[in-house]
């Protein structure tokens, strides 16, 4: 067995196992918002779904690989959040997920198999009222840098770029 073969059959057998679920009732509140909080579940295909352009991760997650395995041989466990700017044609990741969607679009290009390519997705509102609204902007902004950050660790100047690029908008939005 190969180098390669060894920590491939190591990642599977560590993914051999439920996920833990949070079951808290602080992990279960919300921040009141004037915005619809409704949330459904709808089915994507990846030519519909695009990663968040402002990301914070710019380079790849060190733990893509482990990703890349896990789907392809339990499914996603974890579906990603989404929402769609007003007049937008597709939807975009709301607060983390662009590796599993590159995941996804790796496998559908190795395999051809449909279950990578058709994907339920949470779908959350857009949070403003315009497509370039700084708020919502802001929100999923915040939500990437949170999420990025818990996943797997964000450069030093990845943090401090996002950080940055929110405080931009933070600025824009109480002017």
Known sequence: ???????????AK??????ISNTAPSYQT?????????????TVTL????PYEHN?????????????E?????????????????????????DGGNTRIQALK???TETKDPK???????YKPWQGDTADSVEAELNLLIGHLIENDTRADLSFIEKALGILQAKEYYEKKIR
């Open 106 to 108: 790796e496998l559908f």
């Open 56 to 68: 914070p991760r710019k380079t790849r997650n060190p733990n893509f690989e482990m990703i890349k």
């Open 116 to 122: 990578f390519w058709s994907i339920s997705c949470q």
């Open 70 to 94: 896990s789907i392809r041989r339990r499914g996603l466990d974890h579906k990603p959040n989404i929402t769609r700017r007003p007049g937008e044609d597709f939807y975009i990741i709301a």
């Open 47 to 50: 030519d519909k779904l695009r």
């Open 14 to 19: 560590g993914l051999n196992v439920s996920p």
């Open 1 to 11: 067995m190969t180098k390669d073969e060894k920590r491939l059959a190591a990642i």
């Open 30 to 42: 919300a921040t009141p918002t004037h915005y619809s909080s409704d949330v459904e579940y709808i």
